[in-house]
Nanobody
Framework: QLQLVESGGALVQPGGSLTLSCVLSGVSFNNYALGWFRQAPGKEREGVSCISYSGAATDYADSMPGRFTISRDNAKNTVTLQMHSLTAQDTAIYYC????????????????WGQGTQVTVSS
């Protein structure tokens, strides 16, 4: 059974940085695209970034390029999200999700989800 576990969420000051990690287990890591999503209080879940099964293709939401970077380490079955210049608008529960091979921007396209990790940006 495929499982995803996120970690790295924390309280961080505005302008700060944070790195989130997600570990996949139960299946071959190389066959899955990994996406990051987030959900703020009172808002719908939205896509943040995604990396394809090979790592050759990445995708970011419009507000993310230059601030967020997604990467994967197949040897460790891990995908990471490096976040910089954080603002209060980045406060949310961050989820990693998996689907076979290719990225999608849509929540419904992902078959597997982690439990989420809380990121709070506040002074």
């Amino acid at each position: 059974q495929l499982q995803l576990v996120e970690s790295g969420g924390a309280l961080v000051q505005p302008g700060g940085s944070l790195t989130l990690s997600c570990v996949l287990s139960g299946v071959s890591f190389n066959n899955y695209a990994l996406g990051w999503f987030r959900q703020a209080p009172g808002k719908e879940r939205e896509g943040v970034s995604c990396i394809s099964y090979s790592g050759a293709a990445t995708d970011y939401a419009d507000s993310m390029p230059g601030r967020f970077t997604i990467s994967r380490d197949n040897a460790k079955n891990t995908v990471t999200l490096q976040m910089h210049s954080l603002t209060a608008q980045d406060t949310a529960i961050y989820y990693c999700a998996a689907r076979e091979i290719y990225c999608s921007q849509y929540v419904w396209a992902y078959n597997y989800w982690g439990q989420g990790t809380q990121v709070t940006v506040s002074s």
